[in-house]
């Protein structure tokens, strides 16, 4: 089998971020399947080349987090029109998987199948305008309509639609009454993130010796509402909970939220730039909570977090100011809290037992490590999508 992959993100774990489709490309040639993917850089030209026997197709198409709405938009269509054309040099393909977002994604792949009788599969990543629409992204009333008519013709013609978590799977049904949708939620990579004790090296480098940590990493984007994290920080300092936040990871509202630090003098509050996926590794072992944080909207407690599945490899503590399954998953695994982000005294109350009980913190995080051997599994994920794509 031949599957031509697109993915306007790819990335690999020395670039760190969403990897997801690294994982599955890569398991999909580990089983004997050719996968060719199409995918963007900021470089200036095109390039193709060989990554753990994935053949990655780069497109000139210039994508930053940081970018105003209109750019990003011009960066979505350049990217599909650009994808669309790379397919038509690739010969003999049987299968074509196209991960969202954008939901632009969805378009190129109906565009080849069209042109080329490919069928496809289509990932939803998150629910794609609806989740713009609810952060005040997308206000034209008009483009909305045309937005969720392009999303509706994009589920219609898929073979198939793998969805992200179980909320992303419950609204296509709803929307699509008889498609097929598939659960292949991001993964824990419990070979390359393990639990272990603290080193007093790293401990010392990053000057949190005898601190508890509280690390978030990830996008940091309006979705996503730090000054959450920045609330619950401000309280610890006030009730003089010995806290260290770390906030690794970058984005458009990354310059907002250091002067916020500044501003209200949050001592306790520390930014690291992005991190490879190796490098990431060093900050978990000296963390002791990973914080996972949304805006307060409805749509995105059906998201499914990279950050989450690495901090239960890691075996951590889950800090989740969100509702929606992930909330689910640490309350009934016992692997961690939910606090109401608009009471931060909260967040001291329910973390408070963590700090002074190093007994109940362990048996928190051996509860995460076992959700991610046993739920989560980058094997397990990788035979689902095989058995979709067959």
């Avoid at 774990?13 to 990897?19: F, N, R, T, Y």
């Avoid at 080193?199 to 949190?208: D, H, I, K, Q």
């Avoid at 805006?295 to 499914?304: D, G, Y």
């Avoid at 963590?354 to 994920?381: C, D, G, I, M, P």
Wanted: proline content about 5%; overall charge positive.
């Amino acid at each position: 089998m031949k599957v031509l992959y697109i993915h306007q993100y790819f990335r690999t774990p020395a670039e760190g971020g969403a990897i997801r489709s690294y994982y599955l490309a890569k398991g999909l040639v580990e089983h004997g399947i050719v996968v060719e993917l199409i995918t963007a850089h900021n470089k200036p030209y095109p390039l193709t080349t060989k990554i753990d026997g994935i053949t990655v197709h780069y497109l000139p198409v210039f994508y930053e987090n940081e970018q105003g709405f209109l750019s990003r938009i011009y960066a979505f269509f350049k990217f599909m029109r650009l994808a669309r054309k790379k397919a038509r040099e690739i010969k003999n393909v049987d299968v074509c998987y196209a991960t969202s977002t954008p939901l632009t994604i969805g378009l190129s792949a109906l565009r080849i199948k069209r042109e080329q009788n490919i069928p496809y599969f289509f990932e939803v990543r998150d629910l794609w305008p609806e989740a713009p629409v609810q952060m005040g992204v997308i206000k034209n009333k008009y483009l909305k309509k045309y937005l969720k008519y392009l999303e509706k013709r994009v589920y219609r013609h898929a073979s198939q639609i793998v969805a992200l978590s179980p909320g992303i799977k419950a609204q296509i049904e709803q929307e699509q009454p008889g498609k097929i949708v598939t659960v292949i939620p991001n993964m824990s990579d419990i070979e390359f993130f393990v639990p272990e004790d603290k080193s007093p090296e790293l401990e010392t480098l990053f000057n949190v010796a005898g601190k508890f940590v509280v690390s978030y990493f990830g996008t940091i984007g309006l979705s996503n509402h730090l000054e959450y994290l920045l609330a619950a920080a401000n309280e610890s300092l006030k009730t003089g909970l010995p806290v260290q936040f770390f906030i690794i990871g970058k984005g458009g509202q990354l310059k907002r939220l250091k002067y916020l630090v500044k501003h209200f003098g949050l001592t306790n509050v520390r930014f690291l730039p992005f991190q490879s996926k190796y490098n990431l590794r060093r900050v978990l072992n000296i963390t002791d909570a990973a914080y996972v944080s949304f805006a307060r909207k409805p749509i995105l407690e059906t998201n499914s977090p990279n950050k989450f599945f690495d901090a239960l490899a890691a075996g951590k503590l889950i800090i989740t100011n969100t509702g929606g399954w992930v909330k689910d998953i640490v309350e009934q695994d016992h692997c961690g809290f939910y606090y109401d982000p608009d009471h931060p005294q909260e967040f001291v109350r329910q973390l408070q037992p963590f700090v002074e009980q190093e007994t109940l913190l362990r048996q928190y995080h051996q509860n995460a490590r076992r959700v991610a051997e046993t739920r989560f599994a980058k094997s397990a994920q990788v035979a689902k999508l095989i058995k979709v794509l067959s």
